[in-house]
């Protein structure tokens, strides 16, 4: 089976604009190649521990 790619996400986040407003967002915290979402999220895990995170996987 083909490896696919993935990029990992944090769905909690807070980020600032130019003008110091403050407002929630995801971010992107790696790119993974895997069989499947779950290996790449096992992978990812291997780098640290994150509670609210997702595999998407990318499509070109």
């Known amino acids: 089976m083909k490896e696919k790619e993935f990029a990992i ?6 980020t ?8 929630e967002n995801c ?3 790696d790119f ?3 069989q499947n979402s779950d290996e790449a999220l096992n ?4 780098f640290g521990s994150y509670k609210d995170i ?6 070109r």
């Open 54 to 59: 997702k595999a998407f996987e990318i499509v």
């Open 27 to 29: 971010q992107i915290l």
């Open 43 to 46: 992978k990812f895990q291997k």
């Open 9 to 14: 996400v944090a769905l909690s986040g807070r």
């Open 16 to 23: 600032f604009d130019d003008e110091g407003n403050e407002f």
């Open 32 to 34: 993974i190649t895997a």
